[in-house]
């Protein structure tokens, strides 16, 4: 692969293997590639060789083209203006980040169903932009102001509300499709 066009095709690789329900082990056997090595591709720590991503995709059924249309491009640049709309959303529910990336980021603004309790595997960030809110975790409540920030490790059960009009916060989580790591 050219170190200009720097793609991301480990996610690919592994999206095409867990579609085919197969382990890293398989996948190795069927291509002649060691397990460590397909598990650094995977994971973004090595980068495959165009012979070796052309034995991975023999290995996922696959063309190596195939794999490389649906990788993620290492480097993105991406606008989103306030006023588009990136997808049907519910109301005061608005997309900050285009496509499918590592990072997912929200802006909820006015009341939302404040009954509603969320569990997410991976990390998650909330930032009050505007007004002020109260969030409970794991049994606890915390009030936030604007500026205020709350930090939650995926695994931890939450909900919130809002507790001014016109209150506006923004939620940054590590993006569901992506493994948590190990500590």
């Known amino acids: ?5 720097s793609l991301r095709v480990g996610a690919a690789v592994k999206r095409r293997r867990r579609a085919l329900q197969l382990t890293l082990a398989v996948v190795a056997q069927r291509s002649g ?3 460590p090595f397909l598990s650094q591709v995977e994971n973004e720590r090595a980068r495959p060789s165009d012979r070796s991503l052309q034995l991975v995709a023999v290995a ?7 794999l490389l249309a649906a990788a993620e491009n290492a480097r993105t640049v991406d606008v989103v203006r306030s006023d588009e709309e990136l997808w049907e959303m519910p109301p005061g529910v608005r997309p900050l980040v285009r496509g499918r990336h590592q990072l997912q980021a ?9 009954g509603r309790e969320f569990l997410h595997r991976n990390d998650e960030l909330l930032y009050v932009a505007d007004g002020a809110a109260e969030i ?3 049994g606890r409540a ?3 102001g604007r500026g205020d920030t ?3 490790s995926g695994g931890v059960r939450h909900r919130w509300r809002a507790t001014l009009p016109g209150t506006r916060l923004v939620f940054v989580s590590v993006a569901d499709h992506i493994e948590a790591a190990e500590a």
């Open 106 to 114: 929200l802006e909820f603004t006015g009341e939302q169903d404040a």
């Open 60 to 66: 996922l059924e696959t063309t190596a083209a195939e």
């Open 1 to 5: 692969m050219d170190d200009k066009e």
């Open 142 to 144: 915390y009030r936030l």
């Open 33 to 35: 590639l060691s397990v």
């Open 136 to 138: 409970e975790a794991e």
């Open 150 to 152: 709350l930090y939650l």
